[in-house]
């Protein structure tokens, strides 16, 4: 079986790297993705130096930078679909057991995993999917055994199809806090949520192995980063809950885990749940962005207010608004507003000039282009150059 499934054609990366390698931004074809590596080893180190400080599991996305790594345990982020239990055991059977897992909320879900063992030849990992109160997907705490499921993962593990390793939740609420302190109240809930369901289920649930509660998002873990660094009572309180939090009848045989995709890269949207503390100065903080032209300026009085025309629209950004930056997108150009309501105000862009702008979802931003632009501001403080190009993946 081809382990291949068609995407959409790309240059090699030594052709990507021929064009663009050495050139500066004003001179490249744009739009285009450009990545700060100084920005991305910064937080990724730091994240790194967080997880074991806290001495907790580890999890990343990998969507909003896309690319291959090192041997993991791969989940699959969404409940299973048949269409992709193939593609998920071709590439378990390569990297061996306990390579990958996927979530389940539904009984029907089970019998997929039958096609899963029969091309590996061993059992998949199984993360029941948690709903902790954002309803996007998942099973609330005390109503997990929709349809008699827990029966059913029984009868999994007997026939060697899966192994249940954990339950995961995703804290989507985090995403509209306001604080550190809020995206801290959401980390504990939602481990409190999970544990519950264990509690819940404590008698049906195997008892020969340690269990795995997988929780976070982005805010919660560069909330967890902020706390760190600062009061070491706050960090040693949060530290104590997840390493010993109080699960009842499954006390000592749960390791929590978190995960979390875009803290690499971070966005507008992160920037504004303020979960790292007050962060003034986004650019220094946000490692990607857009390039992008000037069109035209409207300085003369054509408008309410002077406003630029930029060569970038919703194909090249998305559309989501969020808290700090207004919605202003067309399909191919964008209005760029002076932040000033005096309209004697003249916006600073000449015609053909060479704009960043900070994408409110990075995730949806990036999956619009190939590969990104690599630039370096710990060489380069104005991060003109460019000195790598990285293709992403593509596809679902």
Partial sequence: MDTMIPQRPLPSKDALKQFYLHKTLAEIPKPAAVLDLAIIKRHCNSMLQTIQTLGVGFRAHVKSHKSKGHKVNILYGIPLVPSQVSRL?????????????????HPDQIKFLDTFARITGFAAGVFLKVDCGYHRAGLPPRAMDKGGLFSKLGEMEKTGAGRLVGIYSHSSLSYGGRSKGDALRHLRGEVEAC???????????????????????????????????????????????????????FKGRVRVELHAGNYPLLDMQQMSTNAGGVREKFFDEVGVCVVAET?????????????????????????????????????????????????????PLGVGQTVKIYPNHACITGAMYGWYLVVDSSSDPDSTKIVDVWVRWLGW
Avoid at 201 to 225: K, M
Avoid at 300 to 314: C, F
């Fill in 295 to 347: 069109c035209s300026v409207y300085n003369d009085g054509e408008r309410e207010y002077p406003e630029a025309l930029v060569a970038v629209g919703t194909l090249g950004m998305g559309r989501e608004p969020v808290r700090v930056i207004k919605d202003g997108g067309f399909q191919e150009h964008s209005i760029l507003r002076w932040e000033s309501e005096d309209v004697a105000k003249k916006i």
């Fill in 89 to 105: 055991a071709l590439a378990a059977a390569e990297l061996g057991p306990d390579s990958v897992s996927v979530m389940i909320d």
């Fill in 195 to 249: 544990l519950l369901a264990l509690d819940s289920y404590a008698g049906v649930l195997p008892v020969d192995r340690e269990l795995i509660v997988s929780v976070g998002a982005t805010p919660q873990v560069v909330a967890a980063e902020s706390v760190a660094e600062g009061d070491d009572a706050e960090f040693e309180e949060l530290k104590k809950f997840l390493k010993e939090p109080d699960t009842g009848a």
